[in-house]
């Protein structure tokens, strides 16, 4: 399936609010309410959106503690890459898990009820014995900017056309904006303009 910039409009809008009504989303993005709803259940199918969820403001519920780890591990073959991600992936407390480069070769985010647990998940994950070779600890003090919302609209170049100046494009016949392609989840996103 190939994105539109419609498609992108939607999913921009449903990022920003997943409660949003067919109709109310139609208008903002120019489609009467039935092609609108077409739009999103192929979406669905396709698997571009994969489920809708509340979002909830912990502080409220009760106090946690956000780390970021380092992670080096002794080996480097596919194997020990594998048994590390098999048992990460147990660990309710792992929010992310990120392979990168530089000096070491994970970056974790964990997020627990205190220092106590994370200092004991730490200690049992080296006693399992998956390879961990040394680690290192960044404890969040402060989060003054945490977004939950990709930036479809920049990386789709999309940031310097209002959805207005899109209309007035198609009626002076301006040339269309080709779209980047965009990576994600080793699934290559392929886009079109349609304009």
């Known amino acids: 399936m190939k994105l539109d910039r419609t498609d992108i409009k939607i999913l921009h809008e449903l990022q920003k609010n997943g409660r949003i009504t067919n109709v109310e989303l139609s208008e903002l993005v120019n489609l009467s309410p039935s092609p609108c709803l077409i739009r999103i259940k192929k979406l ?29 591990l002794k080996n480097h073959r596919q194997t020990d890459f594998a048994r590390f991600l098999a048992t990460i992936e147990k660990i309710d407390q792992v929010m992310e898990c990120h392979l990168v480069s530089g000096g070491y070769d994970y970056l974790l985010k964990f997020v627990t009820a205190g220092i106590e647990e994370y200092q004991t998940i730490m200690e049992r994950l080296i ?40 209309d007035r494009r198609r009626q ?11 990576v994600r989840s080793s699934q290559n996103l392929e886009t079109q303009s349609t304009c």
């Open 44 to 72: 669905q199918a396709e698997g571009y959106i994969e489920g809708y969820s509340a979002q909830i403001d912990f502080n409220k519920l009760t106090q946690t503690l956000t780390v970021f780890t380092e992670i080096t």
């Open 127 to 166: 006693d399992m014995e998956i390879g961990i070779d040394k680690y290192f600890s960044f404890i969040v003090l402060k989060s003054p900017l945490v977004k939950a919302r990709m930036p479809l609209t920049s990386l789709f170049q999309l940031f310097c056309f209002s959805y207005k100046s899109q």
């Open 172 to 182: 002076h016949k301006m040339p269309s904006l080709q779209f980047a392609a965009v």
